[in-house]
């Protein structure tokens, strides 16, 4: 079985360890980068938290969460939805369809 690198979830081959977790050559300076960062703002470092986010990250294709939508907004938009037989998927498809035409 191969090892995966915990940034990019591709197997690795002559990969770095890290604080006890596995990286690629590719991954290992966006790591370092941000540990340093950590370091110089005197924060904790923690290399298994910032590869899992790099991951999460780099495998969010297709799907994103949004917060803190104006709640006005939002009812009036799920009332139209119900009005119009949409999902609330559908109506933020179309939403994105309407921005890029
Ligand atoms: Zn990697």
């Given amino acids: 079985m191969d090892s995966l690198c915990a940034a990019c979830g591709k197997p690795v081959k002559g990969g770095i360890g890290m604080g006890g977790t596995l990286l ?8 370092s ?7 110089s703002q005197g924060k904790p470092v923690n290399v ?15 799907n994103y969460l949004l917060r803190d939508i104006p709640e006005d907004l939002w009812l009036k938009a799920k009332h139209r939805a119900v009005d119009d037989g949409d999902s609330l998927r ?3 498809l179309k939403a994105l369809h309407a921005y890029l035409k």
């Fill in 33 to 39: 980068a941000e540990i340093e960062k950590l370091r």
């Fill in 24 to 31: 690629c050559r590719q991954c290992e300076p966006e790591i």
């Fill in 48 to 62: 298994a938290h910032i590869a899992h986010r790099i991951y999460k990250e780099t495998h969010s294709g297709g």
């Fill in 90 to 92: 559908d109506l933020v």
